[in-house]
């Protein structure tokens, strides 16, 4: 190794092979970039590299190669004295589990033991003092997961009927989250520093009211020096100036959103582009808007939270607003076959308003 990029990617010059210099980065493993706008990133990204070029620099290794993708960078395994590279920094608590899609990754196993136990001792990255880009506030999930969990519910946004977001008017984190930004000086803390990038979390005041909220970049609008930001304690997003951003307080960074986006479980409602869409969404907010509200979390699909939603003290389906949409006319019964539950079987045979639903084969 005779060049390092970054942490985990270096120039190597091999011997008795046709590709004589190739950039090589080793698999399963992530260091984080080394980003000024994150407290802790740039620290840590430089404490990988100087790990790296000490362990490794001017070194003779060995490598197994995994794949070569389309800008000729070879993704291996690298051994220095018969050391996995990639395993010393996950040691170190330098570096994380990383895999992409479906991809193979040969020593996972000893990758995940290894990243377990910098956890357990709290090295490096796992110390609590940064927010890590794999678990970042608003950061989607995937695929699908059946839930049995349940929570007062209070709207915060609407999209429209088909889309919206709840938060737990009870949570003592979102009163601390609150009262902390209520003492937040924008010039204490700097604006964020280009590049800017998507998923940047930032603190930033809302048009509405001017007060300051956790918020995150969602889109980048050219050269305009505007970004599109979610304040994702709440659900609404809104375009701001690079000059109005500042950088998130270390004890902010890592307390979790606080608003989950939410659909109608196991049901079809009218989109707001539909004949019938905005008054789906008049009568949705009607409904629901600062109104006390439970919710029971049946499925998380994704990013979204399939729920029902009743009112305080009620557990009858037929009272729910679930049902409420049906019976007025904006939402079917989703035939998807996913969202099975007693719940479901339930809500597809309860009697709206002389309709009897029966469930479809």
């Not at 220095?80 to 040691?91: G, P, R, S, V, Y």
């Not at 170190?92 to 996972?108: D, E, F, P, Q, W």
């Not at 999930?141 to 088909?162: F, H, M, P, W």
Request: proline content about 3%.
């Amino acid at each position: 190794c005779f060049f390092f990029f970054s942490s985990r990617r270096r120039h190597t010059r091999c011997s008795g092979v046709s590709w004589a210099r190739r950039c090589v980065q080793e698999t399963g493993i992530r260091c984080l970039p080394n980003d000024k706008n994150i407290p802790g990133y740039e620290k840590f990204s430089n404490e990988a590299l100087k790990f790296s070029k000490e362990q490794f620099l001017q070194r003779d290794c060995e490598i197994e190669v995994e794949h070569c993708d389309n800008r000729g960078i070879i993704h291996a395994n690298v051994f220095i004295q018969k050391k996995n590279a990639a395993a010393l920094l996950l040691e170190a608590g330098l570096a994380h589990v990383h895999t992409v899609g479906k991809a193979t990754v040969k020593h996972i196993d000893i990758y995940r033991t290894v990243e377990g136990a910098a956890r357990a001792d709290k090295k490096g990255i796992w110390s609590g003092k940064v927010q890590l880009d794999f678990t970042a506030p608003g950061k989607k999930s995937a695929g699908y997961k059946t839930l049995s969990q349940n929570q007062r519910a209070l709207v915060s946004e609407i999209a429209d009927a088909t889309s919206f977001y709840i938060q737990d008017p009870t949570s003592k984190q979102l009163g601390e989250i609150e009262e902390l930004l209520s003492e937040f000086d924008e010039d204490k803390f700097g604006r964020l520093e280009p590049p800017i990038k998507v998923g940047t979390p930032c603190v930033t005041q809302f048009s509405g009211d001017g007060q300051y909220y956790r918020s995150k970049i969602t889109k980048l609008h050219g050269a305009q020096d505007k970004y599109k930001v979610e304040f994702f304690d709440y659900g609404n997003s809104e375009d701001k100036e690079g000059k109005s951003l500042r950088k998130m307080p270390p004890q902010l960074i890592n307390l979790e959103a606080q608003a989950k986006h939410c659909r109608l479980a196991y049901l079809k409602v009218a989109p707001y582009d539909h004949d019938a869409g905005e008054d789906a969404a008049n009568y949705f907010r009607e409904i629901t808007w600062e109104r006390k509200l439970q919710a029971d979390l049946e499925y998380l699909d994704n990013d979204t939270y399939g729920i029902l939603l009743y009112p305080i003290g009620q557990g009858d389906l037929t009272k729910s607003i679930n049902a409420l949409m049906i019976a007025n006319g904006f939402a079917r019964i989703s035939s998807c076959l996913l969202y099975t539950s007693d719940a479901a079987d339930d809500l597809l045979c309860v009697d709206l308003g002389g309709r009897r639903i029966i469930k479809k084969k």
